[in-house]
């Protein structure tokens, strides 16, 4: 029944967004983003509560045994995780956009079909990730080697070409229009049918966000393998992931610092899940962790470009008394 409540509720978000928010196509202004940001934020925060009172009035299988204040910090340790582990994936999406030309008043419609394909993705790999790891006690091993090696490799600033060659391949395999048609999915040209640049990019962001799922569901499987913790955290978070590209979409780079914030996050997440059978943390300590690094790396990126802007305003002022000197 609460399984049943939490797919309808979600659906009923993606259908307010879809008809009655952007019925119009428009592109989003900032302001707007960020009220929606906030609306959703808000709405996964409040979930906490319902959280709480789910498990401790016993509504749903407690396979941990977990009490209803343990239940709400791993419900929002497992939410901070994936929007800490998202901020990656709105650079590849910005990346995405930019290399098929696609005008950001026709981005809404492909992120919410990529939301809607991955909310189906998601579950699939997170029912698949619970079972390994409630049925297998050593794949908390295999999932904390990969996770620390998802830390450090996130150290260095490269670029894989995945999505260049994913990009590739569909261009090999769709027949693409060379012009965006709206937010046409596809076209008949010539009597034959063609996908338009817009479902090229929706098809990439798809198989970006299965690749962004190997790292955040292993992550949020080290703080809890409650299915139903794990599902709606993540989901939850995958809600704002649109509102959110939309408000940072011109200030992702203000954030550089946020790297080091995910990869602290990882490397801890990582050794605890390998030493999982030897230590138990209380689940404060791994929250007030995963705040305390969140907020340090918006500080700290903050800061370092408030320092950058203050030197180059200095910097003509310098320049002008070397000269007179």
Known sequence: MIWTLLIIFILVLLAFDLLVLHRKGEAPTN???AIESSFLV???LSFSLAIYFIYREGW????????ARDAVMKYISGYLIE??????NLFVIAMIFKSFSIPIRYQHRALFWGILGAIVFRGIMIAIGVVLIQKVFWMTYIFGAFLLFTAFRMLND???????IIGKRIRKTLKISPTLEGEKFFILKGGVRMATPLFAALII???TDILFAL?????ILGVTSDPFIVFSSNIFAILGLRSMYFFLANMLERFSYLKYSVFAILLFVGI??????YIHLPEWISLGFIAVSLLSGVLVSLNRKDDAALAESDAPETQETQSLL
């Open 215 to 219: 790292d955040s569901i292993p992550a």
């Open 42 to 44: 808000t709405i996964a």
């Open 31 to 33: 302001r707007r983003a």
């Open 83 to 88: 929007l800490s582990l998202s901020v990656d």
């Open 60 to 67: 749903i299988s407690n396979p941990e045994s977990l009490t």
């Open 158 to 164: 490269h670029d894989d070409g995945s999505e260049s």
């Open 272 to 277: 605890k899940l390998l030493l999982i059978h």
């Open 205 to 207: 962001i798809e198989f």
